[in-house]
């Protein structure tokens, strides 16, 4: 059974400084790993899909790595603002088209 | 495009009452999920469909029940809330190529049993 580990559970740094959230995985057989930002009481949006051959995919500040041999992706964003505190979850497809697992996320706090 | 729409946002329902959350999209999304997501657990699969008249279970169906009539809804139904079933409910979709397609996923409807 997969699972799927994000640590730290929560995270606070100055504003203007770089960071790297971690995202572990226990099965590598994975088909794409998908990095979600979540908003107190809101949905969540997608801001990077790895596929499984892919290393690497950026967008503009943020940049999410996958290493498949050693289960772990992470997440790595530049000059962080106030506008990036929030919760950081991490999903891995697997073992058929329905099977997700999440991880329970990273809280982000970017103090002004 | 509206994207993933959940309705309502908001219920409270007393233990032993039923009620029915409606996902729609309007991106032609050939799958679809029901999700829970509760604190220190992360997201957890109810049920899916992978097309219009298909449904199947995920990790944690019990107790809920799902019906795909039309391509762009999705129904999830409680028949008798349980407090066990509050929650924060989220409603995917993504087309059918999934490999190169992300999820889309709905702003959620806030559940309490009391």
């Known amino acids: 059974k997969q699972e799927v580990t994000q640590i730290p559970a929560a995270l606070s740094v100055p504003e203007g400084e770089n960071l790297v959230l971690n995202c572990s995985f226990t099965?590598?057989?994975?088909?794409?790993l998908q990095w979600f930002r979540q908003d107190p009481g809101k949905g969540l949006t997608s801001l990077l899909l790895i596929q499984s051959s892919q290393r690497e995919q950026t967008s503009g500040r943020l940049n999410a790595s996958l290493d498949k041999s050693s289960g772990r992706s992470t997440l790595y964003i530049a000059a962080s603002q106030p506008g990036d505190s929030a919760t950081y979850l991490c999903?891995?497809?697997?073992?058929?088209?329905?099977?997700?697992?999440f991880g329970t996320g990273t809280k982000l706090q970017v103090i002004p | 495009n509206a994207g993933v729409t959940q309705t309502p946002k908001f219920r409270v329902l007393k233990t032993g009452q039923s009620m029915t959350l409606l996902c729609a999209q309007d991106m032609n999304h050939e799958y679809m999920y029901w999700y829970r997501q509760d604190p220190g657990m992360g997201l957890r699969l109810i049920h899916y469909s992978v097309g219009e008249g298909t449904t199947a279970k995920g990790e944690v169906p019990d107790g809920y029940n799902v019906s795909r009539l039309k391509k762009q809804n999705f129904l999830l139904g409680l028949e008798s809330a349980a407090p066990s079933q509050t929650s924060v409910y989220f409603c995917?979709?993504?087309?059918?190529?999934?490999?190169?397609?992300?999820?889309?996923f709905g702003p959620g409807t806030r559940l309490t049993v009391t």
């Open positions: 099965d590598s057989a994975i088909y794409n």
């Open positions: 995917a979709s993504h087309p059918l190529e999934v490999l190169f397609y992300e999820q889309y």
């Open positions: 999903a891995v497809r697997d073992g058929g088209y329905q099977k997700v697992t």
